[in-house]
């Protein structure tokens, strides 16, 4: 019998999106856990009676987790269908996208290609950073949780699903870490481009150059004074433009 929730993300999130869930079911159990570490810790039993909702994580959920899930997993994933994967908003802003989005799906063992339930999209402010974009992003993801918040905590059956395909390329720490890996003949346009989306020390990756067995970091400048500093729970954005240059440590 379905009637407990584990929910995936992070502590700020965890007491928010819970109390969304007992509003919805007020005899609804909530396991809130934040790791791979704590999800291990889990029952079979317990998995049997649940259904897993991951939010805005970074954490992998395994096969053998997934196959124990009485009721399904779903996964809120902070891009669009077209950016599966690690870090969408970074590829995104490397891509001069127009447009991103944020997607909600069934999850299975392959990350990001699950079954979509719902997708949202919004076109790109120009210049916005990329702490701009995963703010917009994130907002986006809030208001599809709450929308598909009472089905998720009142329904055992799967949610229906709709006709939306995720795009090829899928992002990983590996693809990350290649596109930060610069060789000592790019051109200024794009070592910019690398820089602007991958230079906030995301991941403990930044663009590096290796000289004579020296490491050579490239930093996004930070914003600059008198700016707002973006706000992922309110979608705050910062102010357009991009710093002329970088630092390299």
Known sequence: MFDTIVLLTGAAEQPILAAAMRGHNAQLAIVAV???AELATLTPSLLQRSRLIAFATPVIVPKAILARLGYGAYNFHPGPPDYPGLAPAQFAIYDRATEFGATAHLM????????????????????ITVFGLEGLAYAHLARSFWQLARPLATQAAPLPEIPLRWGARRSSRRSYRAICDISLDIGKEELDRRVRAFGHNHFGLLPTITLHGVEFRAVAPPPAAGTMAPNPAEGVDEPAGQPACAQMV
């Not at 299975?108 to 210049?127: C, K, L, S, T």
């Open 34 to 36: 934040a790791t791979a």
């Open 108 to 127: 299975i063992e392959q990350v990001d290609a699950g079954p979509i339930v719902d997708a949202a999209r919004f076109p790109i402010p120009p210049g």
